[in-house]
């Protein structure tokens, strides 16, 4: 009897634990799959571009100070009557029709558009859609075979996800930074109708416009605003929360302009 204890207590050691028991397999989104972010970075990151925007100059704006009395009574200076030139970042989503996905804030107004690849080549752009509600605009560059960052379902996020976040900050270049998706569905004030993924992947000024990237290597979201105590947008800084408009609101905006494009 002894010695049939024994190997029963052999035997259940050997066998496989309940199905009850069994730890639920991990979720793709959920957690790095390598040690480092490269892979993931590399195959995405062409994808994603700075763009240069000529925007009317101060004088453009603003009448009273095309008058040289009134500059030198108010000490305007003259570069108030030259253009600004602002910068953003977007993402290629259609490199067969090269269409350009950004925010509306970064081209609102502008005089002239270039979006600038990771490769360096520099293509004038055209809008071809906007949703100024929604902060989100399309752009039409006059290539093709670009590379391009597929959309995801960004209704399948969940908090603790990780995340990239691709931009060109404070117009220093291409710049990656990580994070995790901190909520979902979170308006910026009471009355916004609008929701979006936020974020504590860092997102500074001039990362408006770029890409929110899941771990699969999917657009989930395009950045668009920051959280700061400074009130001066220049000074603004991440504080470790941002705000990204999700990649299905991104469908239907693209999807409209697609329809008013011509083929």
């Known amino acids: 009897m002894a010695l049939a204890a024994v190997i029963g207590g052999v035997v259940a050691r050997m066998l496989p634990l309940g199905a009850d028991s069994a730890p639920a397999a991990p979720r793709v989104l959920a957690g790095p799959a390598e040690e480092s972010l490269a892979p993931l970075v590399r195959k995405t990151a062409p994808a994603v571009v700075n763009i240069a925007v000529l925007q009317p100059s101060p004088a453009q704006q603003n009448p009273l100070l095309q ?34 996905i950004t925010n509306f804030h970064v081209v609102q107004n502008a005089q002239a558009i270039q979006v600038i690849l990771k490769d360096g080549r520099k293509l004038d752009a055209q809008p071809i859609g906007a949703a100024p509600s929604l902060d989100l605009a399309v752009l039409k560059v006059n290539a093709k075979d670009l590379p391009t960052l597929t959309l995801g379902d960004s209704k399948q996020l969940q908090v603790g996800d990780y995340v990239v976040a691709i931009g060109n900050p404070f117009g220093l270049g291409q710049t990656v930074t990580s994070g995790i998706v901190s909520a979902t569905d979170r308006p910026l004030g009471q009355d916004d109708q609008r929701r979006f993924i936020q974020t504590d992947a860092p997102i500074n000024p001039g990362n408006s416009g770029g890409a929110l990237i899941s771990l699969r290597g999917e657009l989930i979201g395009i950045n668009s605003a920051l959280f700061s105590p400074s009130s001066n947008q220049g000074s603004a800084g991440n504080v470790g929360i941002g705000f990204a408009i999700p990649s299905n609101v991104v469908k239907q905006v693209l999807a409209e302009a697609e329809r008013q494009s011509p083929r």
């Open 67 to 100: 008058d040289p009395f009134y500059r030198r009574y108010f000490g305007v200076p003259d570069a108030a009557l030259q253009p600004a030139m602002a910068a953003g970042s977007g993402v290629i989503v259609d490199g067969g029709r090269g269409f350009v």
